[in-house]
């Protein structure tokens, strides 16, 4: 386990306070997390039960800064695979959001040779399935699971929960995946560098006012939000303004609203 080399790349990502002072706060973040790391894995048995980060926090930003296997605290990250395996193969254990693994130990733990036969082997196991690819993203939705395959950094997120989007390109890919995984019509416009719109049409569904749609955590992540009736059928216009001063805007809000947006259309049928 080397977790120095990292420390600049942690830097960089902190940029709290200036460079001198954050250099050295995470000098001492990283000395500290060194000593309650091997403390954790001694112990083999709280280590795998009740790891000293809650869920495995620690290991996953490590992963996030591209930290490879061997500089990994070795037990801990073993157990990761393993309860990433259990859950993705047998829905058992504590349901994750934000893993992070990267590609090469995702497709071995799961012993598969690549993405393509993943996908293969997996879709004849989830009853619905969705996946899109653009550059170097890859997006793939079975059941009540997501991943996202980011092969420019050779790491996979299961299910990205918090993740924000950084480009336009990602906002489209998602909901892409979302249209296809809830069969809703829906179209996306770059109005500009920040400033994004999504139209949905859900079809024949229960029109219902925009404040009852989503939570209102959620709801305060979208600059403006509309559902209008138009012959029989729903529509939703929904705008997403990125690094504005409302909250910044995540995966799951996207995925939150085309659940609540089929949710109209389940209880139209009713």
């Given at each position: ?51 000293a980060c809650n869920n495995r926090n620690f290991l996953n930003m490590l992963i996030e800064l591209g ?69 170097n993203l890859k997006l793939i939705s079975g059941d009540d699971l997501l991943f996202h395959f980011d ?120």
């Amino acid at each position: 386990m080397n977790l120095k080399k990292h420390r600049e790349s942690l830097v960089e990502r902190m940029q709290l306070l200036n460079e001198v002072a954050d250099s050295q706060l995470i000098k001492e973040f990283i000395e500290l997390y060194e000593k309650r790391c091997k403390d954790c894995q001694e112990d083999r048995l709280g280590c795998t039960v009740r790891p000293a980060c809650n869920n495995r926090n620690f290991l996953n930003m490590l992963i996030e800064l591209g930290a490879e296997p061997e500089d990994l605290p070795s037990f801990c990250y073993s157990q990761y695979l393993e309860q990433i395996k259990r859950y993705i193969l047998e829905r058992k254990g504590r349901g994750m959001k934000d893993r992070r693994i990267p590609m090469k130990d995702f497709l071995s733990t799961l012993r598969v040779s690549s993405i393509k036969h993943f996908l293969s082997r997996f879709t004849k196991i989830w009853s619905v399935t969705s996946s899109v690819q653009e550059d170097n993203l890859k997006l793939i939705s079975g059941d009540d699971l997501l991943f996202h395959f980011d092969f420019s950094r050779g790491i996979v997120v299961v299910n990205p929960w918090h993740q924000q989007f950084d480009s336009y390109l990602t906002f489209r890919l998602y909901t892409a995946l979302l249209s296809n995984r809830y069969e809703i019509e829906s179209t996306t416009q770059d109005l500009t560098q920040s400033w994004w719109m999504l139209s949905m049409n859900v079809g024949e569904a229960k029109a219902v006012k925009e404040t009852t749609l989503l939570a209102d955590d959620i709801l305060e992540r979208y600059e403006n939000l509309h559902i209008e009736a138009i012959d029989g059928s729903v529509h939703i216009e929904a705008e997403v303004i990125i690094n504005g001063k409302r909250n910044e805007f995540e995966v799951h809000d996207l995925v939150e609203l085309f659940q609540s947006a089929a949710k109209l259309r389940e209880r139209k049928k009713q």
